[in-house]
């Protein structure tokens, strides 16, 4: 009897390893990832089918919210299934050529979802009958869908669970998605517009017209490395609060006369 149960015990016990060991596979396998995505992906699917659904009947009477459908794409964008899809769609978009139908739709797939997001509280109330827009822009995303095979669903889930490949697919997304490659190409042009030592040199020209600002001060010595400056314009008055873009669009004609009358590289003050 004692040498039954000492058995049972053992194989209870090689039971519960073998079975840790296999949630433990199951779980490095991204077995958890596909699951999520998989589910975060028919739900998202429910939401554009009932406003194609609430969009074909827009001769109702009675106006038919998108509220709740509006609500669950917004939160599919904000998840990590809403960009490991968005990258997977920049990249097919890229591969195809223009006139590549399938490739058209996943070109625009962020644009159409974005559009759904974008709906305004009118939008979201009336549904079909503010926007008739909304449910072409769904059945755009759900045709889209609709040609996911296993192992593309398999291939966005690996972006979910593997950090490294995710900060390369944003890298490579920014390339192929034509909406982010404009929206980043934008933000690097003004980025580089307002770099620190662009914005030093408008300080310092705006100084060298004879503006007597202590904000201007301040953040041309915050901008120079000058403590004693700093400290000074404080004294004098300096908001430390002082946004530098506001400081400067107190003098927007001034500060921009200096770009135009500089070459890239060129410092104002050099009289070159």
């Given at each position: 009897?004692?040498?039954?149960?000492?058995?049972?015990?053992?194989?209870?016990?090689?039971?519960?390893?073998?079975?840790?060991?296999?949630?433990?596979?199951?779980?490095?396998?991204?077995?958890?990832?596909?699951?999520?995505f998989k589910a975060d992906l028919v739900?998202?699917?429910?939401?554009?089918?009932?406003?194609?659904?609430?969009?074909?009947?827009?001769?109702?009477?009675?106006?038919?919210?998108?509220?709740?459908?509006?609500?669950?794409?917004?939160?599919?964008?904000?998840?990590?299934?809403?960009?490991?899809?968005?990258?997977?769609?920049?990249?097919?978009?890229?591969?195809?050529?223009?006139?590549?139908?399938?490739?058209?739709?996943?070109?625009?797939?962020?644009?159409?979802?974005?559009?759904?997001?974008?709906?305004?509280?009118?939008?979201?109330?009336?549904?079909?009958?503010?926007?008739?827009?909304?449910?072409?822009?769904?059945?755009?995303?759900?045709?889209?869908?609709?040609?996911?095979?296993?192992?593309?669903?398999?291939?966005?889930?690996r972006n979910i669970r593997n950090l490294?490949?995710?900060?390369?697919?944003?890298?490579?997304?920014?390339?192929?998605?034509?909406?982010?490659?404009?929206?980043?190409?934008?933000?690097?042009?003004?980025?580089?517009?307002?770099?620190?030592?662009?914005?030093?040199?408008?300080?310092?020209?705006?100084?060298?017209?004879?503006?007597?600002?202590?904000?201007?001060?301040?953040?041309?010595?915050?901008?120079?490395?000058?403590?004693?400056?700093?400290?000074?314009?404080?004294?004098?008055?300096?908001?430390?609060?002082?946004?530098?873009?506001?400081?400067?669009?107190?003098?927007?004609?001034?500060?921009?006369?200096?770009?135009?009358?500089?070459?890239?590289?060129?410092?104002?003050?050099?009289?070159?």
């Amino acid at each position: 009897m004692i040498i039954a149960a000492f058995v049972v015990s053992v194989i209870a016990l090689f039971v519960g390893l073998y079975a840790s060991h296999v949630a433990r596979q199951v779980e490095e396998s991204g077995f958890k990832a596909e699951e999520q995505f998989k589910a975060d992906l028919v739900t998202l699917l429910s939401a554009l089918r009932s406003i194609i659904v609430k969009g074909a009947l827009t001769s109702s009477s009675t106006p038919l919210s998108v509220e709740k459908e509006i609500d669950t794409i917004r939160t599919f964008q904000a998840s990590t299934s809403g960009l490991a899809l968005a990258t997977w769609a920049a990249r097919q978009g890229s591969i195809g050529d223009s006139e590549d139908r399938m490739a058209g739709r996943w070109r625009t797939l962020s644009l159409d979802l974005g559009r759904l997001s974008g709906a305004t509280g009118d939008d979201v109330e009336q549904g079909a009958a503010s926007n008739p827009k909304l449910p072409n822009w769904a059945t755009a995303v759900e045709l889209s869908l609709e040609n996911l095979t296993e192992d593309s669903v398999r291939a966005i889930s690996r972006n979910i669970r593997n950090l490294p490949g995710t900060f390369a697919a944003l890298r490579e997304s920014r390339e192929d998605d034509f909406l982010l490659k404009t929206w980043f190409d934008i933000y690097q042009a003004k980025e580089e517009s307002d770099s620190p030592e662009v914005q030093r040199r408008r300080l310092e020209h705006l100084r060298e017209r004879g503006i007597d600002d202590p904000d201007v001060d301040a953040w041309f010595a915050l901008l120079s490395d000058n403590a004693d400056d700093f400290k000074a314009a404080v004294d004098r008055g300096a908001n430390t609060a002082a946004d530098l873009n506001d400081v400067l669009a107190r003098y927007e004609g001034d500060a921009r006369e200096e770009d135009a009358n500089s070459t890239p590289g060129e410092d104002p003050s050099s009289g070159q």
